[in-house]
């Protein structure tokens, strides 16, 4: 399966900007796992480090999950893989299978996408209980584009050292 990426938009407004730089770098992500074997995607980046394209993934789908529908959508939902709500757990996926894994994260993304579409406007707000704090929902957007891009630098590294593909 090929991933399909489009371009951020030159002049639209900031909620379909924000849309779509999301949506870029989610993109971004799959790119950078396509084509690889679960062995591949396992591989770490340094040891001991836990850090994987598979892990990224994982993480994630914890973020996506945390963010929009424990924090926006006011959501009881338990966390994917950590006991006691601890993001870096994700990055370990030794016991996760790459269907499982990609599975989630697209699940997640996909309850993130109606719980923004579904939103009044980006004033929306959500308790972030790790601030103690209100956040909006244009914040989530932000933070989510700042987490895959910081991430999407490890998984350019990691995708290089795995069978040298570089770019975009």
Known sequence: MTVERIGPPLTAGERETLRTFLDFH??????????LSEEQLRRKASPPSQLSLLGLVRHMA???RAWFRRVINAEEVPW???EVGDYQEAFNADASTMEE????????IEHSRRIEAA????????????????VSLRLVMLHLIHEYARHN???DFLREAIDGVTGA
């Open 26 to 35: 989610r993109a971004t992500l799959a790119m950078k796992c396509e084509g």
């Open 62 to 64: 914890e973020v996506e």
């Open 80 to 82: 994917l893989w950590s």
């Open 101 to 108: 894994v990609f599975t989630a994260w697209e699940t997640e």
């Open 119 to 134: 939103a009044e406007s980006l004033e929306v707000r959500g308790y972030q209980p790790r601030w103690e704090k209100e």
């Open 153 to 155: 630098g490890h998984a």
